[in-house]
């Protein structure tokens, strides 16, 4: 089992950044692969990133490719997304995900631990 939150969200303007972490605790966190998704109103969850286990490889959507960098830190079981040049069109709630043993993964599905979520809204 492990429990995740995240935190970093928050309001921005068009074309400004922000950095999410996301914390672990429970099982030893290199177990996991780690991923964010997001979450816009009235829409379907939708992958934005993911991260390998040793954090070597790294996969992301094509809306947020170039724009947004994940990484992760297993000596303190966090994972970040740091989000560059943010459009209105990344407002959503930002989940990161845990899946025990796997490799890349972008599908819902394969995760088995969520977090809460955390509110990123862009302004125009």
């Known amino acids: 089992q492990v429990q995740l939150v995240e935190s970093g969200g928050g309001l921005v303007q068009a074309g400004g950044s922000l950095r999410l972490s996301c914390a672990a605790s429970?099982?030893?966190?290199?177990?996991?692969?780690m991923g964010w998704f997001r979450q816009a109103p009235g829409k379907e969850r939708d992958f934005v990133a993911t991260?390998?286990?040793?954090?070597?490889?790294?996969s992301y959507a094509d809306s947020v490719k170039g724009r947004f960098t994940i990484s992760r830190d297993n000596a303190k079981n966090t994972v970040y997304l740091q989000m560059n040049s943010l459009k209105p069109e990344d407002t959503a709630v930002y989940y990161c995900?845990?899946?025990?043993?796997?490799?890349?993964?972008?599908?819902?599905?394969?995760?088995?631990?969520w977090g809460q979520g955390t509110q990123v809204t862009v302004s125009s």
């Open positions: 991260i390998a286990r040793s954090g070597g490889s790294t």
């Open positions: 429970g099982r030893p966190f290199s177990a996991y692969a």
């Open positions: 995900a845990a899946d025990l043993g796997g490799y890349l993964p972008t599908i819902r599905s394969s995760y088995e631990y």
